[in-house]
Each structure stands twice: as structure tokens, then as C-alpha cells.
């Protein structure tokens, strides 16, 4: 299969799964997460159609917003870790931050985005699982980060962020996709505001996602196929 095609399943898949979970299909944005593939496969999926793009790595992401900006509505959501001294980078319109989870990136990306007369929409990282190895705040230090995010005037805070454990399948993740939602919750409660978005779900379970109610799916190798490189 080629991108438009493997696209069209992975669109056909997270209908079926908005079906199943009684949600409206525009409820649930697709996310093609590009990290690795060459601007060429990303020209390919937006001729298809597709629009918001994912990538990990910031020099990556800046270096292909520069190569695709001959495409009109193009969005690029940066959803690996970021660290404070790359902020400014991604201070840009249309830019979406998932992958916030630290007081100084967070004031640096709000500075960076002040300075630029931008309001930045962005989301905080938990790690729900716990992992040592995995960024992400701790859901307990979640009211913490969330109160610095608040507290950012040029940053617009829309909710949370997360990559769950590597588990045997899809059905498996599903616990932690469920307490990423309830964080949610309980933060949108304390801090008296809606936080509509939930950024969960990669190709191996972003159907007990959208189950759990994602509203942001990040879909790479389902798109565009195994990565041969490594990440930068
Ligand atoms: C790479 C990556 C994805 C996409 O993973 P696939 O399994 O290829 O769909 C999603 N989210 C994050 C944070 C990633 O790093």
C-alpha cells in the first residue's frame, strides 16, 4: 500500500472507532506523525489530504516547515520532549506543543511565544505510567506544572499529553489512556477550565484511544510505514 492508501484505512479505522465509542468523527484529529520520513512522504499524505503533522525533533521540524511552505493550511505539532533551550524554534503560527513537562521549557516556550505576538496552544506531558525512563511529569507533580501553564499569559493550556507503557496490545493501554482522562478531569475541575484535548493514542492502540476519549491521535508508522532511520 501507498501513503494515501495506508492514510485512508488509518481515517477508516478511527471513524470505525468513533462509531464504536459514540463520539462524533470530528471529535478525534489525526496526527501523521512524520519523524524520519523525507518531505516527499509528507507531500504525498497532504495531497491526500492530510494536514496536521507530527514531529519529535526540532531542528526536523523546522527544517521540513521550511521545505513544505509552499503548503497552504499545513499544521505541525511538536510531540517529542522539549527542552527549554529550543523553545524559541518553535515559537512559529500554526505551531501545537504536546510534549511540554518542565517549569523552565514552559516559561521559556511562553517568553519565546510573548516575543513573537503569539498565543501558542499547548499541552502538558504525564507520565501516566510512571516509567523512569519516560518523560512526562508525574501525575502527582501535575498540579504543579499546571499551575506554572496557567499562569502563562502567551501559552493557551488545552489539556494533557501522554505515551503510555509499551503493553501486549491495544486493549492493554486502555487503564492508562482511562487516567490520563480522569487527570484530566480533576485538573479541569481545580483549575475552573475546560481542557477539551487528550493527545493519546499511537498506531498499535489509538482505537482504545478513542475509546477512552482522545481527541488528538499521533499516528506514524501505520501512515508511513517502519522508520529505517533512526531518530536524530
Ligand atoms: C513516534 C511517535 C508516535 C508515532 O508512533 P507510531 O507507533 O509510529 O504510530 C506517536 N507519539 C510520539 C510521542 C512519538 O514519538
Known amino acids: 500500500m501507498n501513503i494515501a492508501q495506508r492514510l485512508a484505512a488509518v481515517r477508516a479505522a478511527v471513524a470505525a472507532a468513533c462509531e464504536r465509542a459514540g463520539r462524533p468523527r470530528d471529535a478525534v484529529r489525526l496526527v501523521a506523525v512524520s519523524k524520519t520520513h523525507a518531505a516527499e512522504a509528507i507531500r504525498e499524505a497532504y495531497a491526500a489530504g492530510q494536514r496536521d503533522f507530527g514531529e519529535n525533533y526540532v ?51 511562553d517568553a519565546a511565544a510573548r516575543e513573537a505576538g503569539l498565543r501558542i496552544p499547548v499541552l502538558l506531558q504525564v507520565n501516566v505510567g510512571d516509567e523512569t525512563s519516560k518523560s512526562g511529569v508525574a501525575p502527582e507533580a501535575a498540579g504543579d506544572a499546571a499551575r506554572a501553564l496557567a499562569a502563562c ?57 478513542i475509546l477512552e476519549g482522545a481527541t488528538l491521535v499521533r499516528v506514524g508508522t501505520a501512515i508511513f510505514g517502519h522508520r529505517e532511520t533512526r531518530p536524530r
Not at 64 to 84: E, M, N, T, V, Y
Not at 85 to 104: E, I, M, N, T, W
Not at 177 to 195: C, G, I, M, T, W
Open 153 to 209: 499569559g502567551a501559552l493557551s493550556w488545552e489539556g494533557l499529553m501522554t505515551i503510555p507503557p509499551a503493553v501486549a496490545n491495544s486493549e492493554a493501554a486502555r487503564p492508562f489512556f482511562r487516567r490520563l482522562r480522569a487527570l484530566r478531569d480533576s485538573l479541569s475541575q481545580d483549575f475552573d477550565r475546560p481542557l477539551p484535548e487528550l493527545s493519546m493514542g499511537m498506531s498499535g492502540d489509538f482505537e482504545s484511544a
Open 59 to 109: 531542528q526536523e521540524l523546522v527544517a521540513k516547515r521550511r521545505a513544505l511552505a509552499d503548503l497552504p493550511g499545513i499544521r505541525w505539532h511538536f510531540i517529542g520532549h522539549l527542552q527549554s533551550r529550543k523553545a524559541r524554534d518553535l515559537a512559529f503560527p500554526q505551531a501545537f506543543v504536546h510534549g511540554l513537562d518542565s517549569l523552565s521549557a514552559i516559561q521559556k516556550l
